[in-house]
């Protein structure tokens, strides 16, 4: 069985966007951007929601061609070309880059996903996640803090059905005050 990591940058408030789906105030540091790369390295399958696709797959297809791109941005850009993705969207009509579209019920599709061989996981994207989470289906959970207060814009969680019991398996600081917190839930 495969395992599913919920993991993405949030605002000490709990936002993953801004209002308007700002994400200015979560630039990386080189440091942080280089354990994101090694996080994406260990995925098989990225799983993503509309939005986080658009955001994605505007910038990263051709984010190793950019004049000032990093070695650490040039290799998350083939890396994330090359690893495979399932898209959730009702709306999209087709989508690329080693990507193929689902258009139906996310919790039956990433379950039956979850229930194959092979290496991690990672869905990406509020409603799509919440979906995973309320369904139980989450084992692990990469928090990414940054020491900004939101005051709006969408959640990191939003309303649950039930208490989710979390473990606490890693804690890390970053330059400029970001914190990970990663967290296995306890079943």
Known sequence: MRKLIYGMNLSLDGYIAAPGDDLGWSAPSDELFQWWLDQE???GLFLYGRKLWETMSSYWPTGDEQPDATAAQIEFARNWRDTPKVV???TLDKVDWNARLFTGDAVPEITRLKSTDGDPMRVGGAT???AALRAGLVD???????????G??????????NWVNLTLTETRTFPGGITLARYETRR
Not at 140 to 149: G, S
């Open 41 to 43: 390295l260990a995925i």
């Open 128 to 130: 799509l996640a919440t």
């Open 152 to 161: 709006g814009g969408t959640p990191f969680f939003t309303t649950l059905d």
């Open 140 to 150: 692990e959970y990469e928090i990414i803090t940054h020491p900004v207060l939101l």
């Open 88 to 90: 959730f969207s009702s």
